[in-house]
């Protein structure tokens, strides 16, 4: 089964900095571009970030450009969010997925809680 | 404010028939950009309903389904029943900013 597991969140206070790991198992990690979207409590889908399948390239909302990272390490089909200067309104559950041509999220994971206050 | 404007809510009865619009209001999106269909239950994560306008993926009823046009898109929900009640996004691709967008979500509340 192809399944998508995020792990990292916790409370953290302002201005400082956490890393989202996403562990991908059941299909070919390497071959699959992949995002970060956050939903922050009882809020809609806002994405923050993509890299494409062999990190070549990456692109970020503008609310996160400059803070967050995305980057991924393929041998271990994981992919990472690095977040830092976070702010309270950064706070919302951090779901991965995964980009198919054609079908931009195709596959979701279950979410991990970053929750930024002092 | 997102460039994809949904109505926040909508509801109907069991075995009616609704639709939840999504409007483009950029250029940045054009008529030949797709627009993709996001289902997401109570307390889960979002799970894609539609892609690529008006296709299903396997194991979507027939129930669900969508339409594009120039600046709006749509999509349909007949035989309403009563775990359709979710929250229902609609997302694009803007082609300038190099920015995937989401709606601001629509709540199907089934009555």
């Known amino acids: 089964q192809v399944h998508l597991v995020e792990s990292g969140g916790k409370v953290v206070q302002p201005g400082g900095s956490l890393r989202l790991s996403c562990a991908a198992s059941g299909f070919t990690f390497s071959t699959h571009g992949m995002h970060w979207v956050r939903q922050a409590p009882g809020r809609g889908l806002e994405w923050v970030a993509f890299i494409r399948d062999d990190g070549s390239k990456t692109f970020y909302a503008d609310f996160v450009k400059g803070r967050f990272t995305v980057s991924r390490d393929n041998s271990k089909s994981t992919l990472f969010l690095q977040m830092d200067s976070l702010r309270p309104d950064d706070t919302a559950l951090f779901y991965c997925?995964?980009?198919?041509?054609?079908?931009?999220?195709?596959?979701w994971g279950q979410g991990t809680l970053v929750t930024v206050s002092s | 404010q997102s460039v994809l404007t949904q109505p926040p809510s909508v509801s109907g009865a069991p075995g009616q028939q609704v639709t939840i619009a999504c409007n483009v209001t950029?250029?940045?999106?054009?008529?030949?950009?797709?627009v993709h269909w996001y289902q997401q239950l109570p307390g889960t994560a979002p799970n894609l309903l539609i892609y690529?306008?008006?296709h299903r993926p396997s194991g979507v009823p027939a129930r669900f389904s969508a339409s594009r046009s120039a600046t709006s898109a749509s999509l349909a929900i007949t035989g309403l029943q009563a775990d359709d009640e979710a929250d229902y996004y609609c997302?694009?691709?803007?082609?300038?900013?190099?920015?995937?967008?989401f709606g601001g979500g629509t709540k199907l509340t089934v009555l």
């Open positions: 997302q694009s691709y803007d082609s300038s900013l190099n920015a995937w967008v």
């Open positions: 690529r306008n008006t």
């Open positions: 997925a995964r980009y198919s041509s054609g079908y931009p999220f195709d596959l």
């Open positions: 950029t250029s940045n999106i054009g008529a030949t950009s797709d």
